[in-house]
């Protein structure tokens, strides 16, 4: 269970990682590699990505694909008549912004670069919220109240679920023009980013580079200075995860060591008291003509098979609590062919291992002192 349980969360967070984006680059003040020695220090005073940075990539970077630029007004109470949804996040972003992400809009559209340039008054709901405040659908072109403004629903998107430990799913998240959020707010102090895509064409090195390049030449940064700017990408995630998961490996690792060593005492007694009552049968077998190999291949076929039957009854009990898990939460928990594979090795060289020393007992008994023991 413990490894089914680890799989599932690397799954998750993987998953929640790659709706992120492989390919796309972010501008940020603070970089995503934190940890316990974090130096806060030589960020703090940096800048924030402004709008004139984004504007200055968009008409000069050439690996580029799509380039947005989003900010976080934070969380807010979106109302329908006597309907409404709480805590919901609220993005103010330039058109493009829809183009960098994995969200999917299975009703209406996205704003487009008009409505984002003059702040038109509308907004894409997240599958959460319309699902709130529209129990019966029907969401597009409908007035809510968001902000203290009214604004058209144009677009509902796709739901995502939620994810364990990252969270990137859009469900709670509404959309509105940038324009109209920076009437709204100022922006800058909203932790805003600059989100780009890179081209097919090129690779995400090639594309960080150029980025790199355009944003020290925009900012004026002498060759000898510091960025004061990061760029931040999915892999900085995954580096931090796979450190995560190395050490939760070896403490699954050090559990699973100590599982098999009081299993396998636990398999060996057994045929150690099935060796001594047996004794007499085994004198029999020998005083027939049973070979060494015949008593002792009996003897570790049925230490093999009780811990074969182990396995097989730890696989059904971890089928039974996902099963479980599913149907309370909604959460699937994966049980892998890998996990199944590994169950059958461990449990055939653990019986094998276990049922070596009293077969071997067994086998190299005296037929006469076996045949006359009680």
Known sequence: MFFSAVDTLRNNLEESVRKIGSSTLYVDKWPWDGGPDFPWWKYINR????????????SRMTTAEHIAYVFNIGNS????????????????ATHEYYQTQSAEIIEGRYFTETESNVGSMVVVLGATIAEGLFPSGNALGQKISLLGRKLTVVGVLKKEGSGMLINTSSDDIAFIPFSLGRNLANYEQYNPSIVITVKPTYTLEEGESELKGLMRSIRRIAPQREDDFSLNKTTLITAQLDQMFTVINLAGFCIGIF???VGGFGIANIMFVSVKERTNLIGIQKALGAKKYF??????FESILLCLIGGAVGLVMVYGIAFVVKLATGF?????????IITCFLSTFIGLISGMIPAFMAANMDPVEAIRSK
């Open 47 to 58: 800048p924030e990505p402004k709008y004139n940075d984004y504007l200055a990539l968009k």
């Open 77 to 92: 109470v979106a109302k329908f008549k006597s309907n409404s949804a709480t805590n919901i996040t609220v993005n103010a």
């Open 259 to 261: 599982s098999i060593l």
């Open 295 to 300: 008593i002792l291949t009996q003897f570790l």
């Open 332 to 340: 699937a928990v994966l049980v892998s062919l890998k996990m199944v």
